[in-house]
């Protein structure tokens, strides 16, 4: 596989690790507990997520089908657009740069974490199964729709590290949270 798809899906992989290493540090009480009323349980952190991957897996599918019928190779290096490369820069370090989400995207606090963390393993298993999926194809010639905003768009393999690097950015505020 190549490098960069390789990197994404260690990312992922990492995020899985993460979360397992927080369900074994937290109490069972910690996991819906707000560190204050306009932030986010560890449970509703990662029912964004999962929220997040319900709304991109999809797009991600069809931009790859795009992607397949555009009969190119990739080049050597997958280049994120700018769109892209924005949002992914500006959520690589956690806590630096807040951002409220739309409705959609704003988690509710009544689901029991066992079956949290059960979606959250389904959906990683489907976003490093597309990016595995990418392999070989131009996705960077692929523009998809954010589903957080229609007048932003960005390429499939932008789309792909800003997922991943969603999952840490979301992850540690799970982290601060349960602290």
Excluded: C
């Excluded at 992607?67 to 806590?95: C, K």
């Amino acid at each position: 596989m190549h490098q960069q798809l390789e990197e994404i899906v260690a990312e992922f992989e990492s995020a899985s690790v993460r979360l397992r290493e927080l369900g074994r540090r937290l109490a069972p009480t910690q996991w819906s507990r707000r560190p204050a009323p306009e932030s986010w349980s560890p449970a509703e952190s990662v029912a964004h997520l999962n929220l997040t991957a319900i709304a991109m897996v999809p797009l991600i599918r069809q931009g790859l089908e795009e992607a397949r019928r555009l009969q190119r190779s990739p080049g050597a290096r997958y280049r994120r657009d700018i769109v892209g490369w924005l949002l992914w820069r500006s959520i690589s370090t956690p806590g630096r740069f807040k951002a409220k989400t739309i409705p959609a995207f704003v988690p509710s606090g009544d689901r029991p974490v066992e079956e949290i963390t059960a979606e959250f393993d389904r959906l990683q298993a489907d976003q490093i199964a597309v990016t595995r999926q990418a392999e070989g194809l131009p996705i960077d010639r692929v523009k998809i729709v954010s589903p957080f905003n229609a007048r932003v768009r960005y390429n499939v393999f932008s789309a792909l590290s800003i997922l991943s690097r969603h999952q840490h950015r979301h992850l540690w505020q799970a982290e601060q949270a349960g602290r």
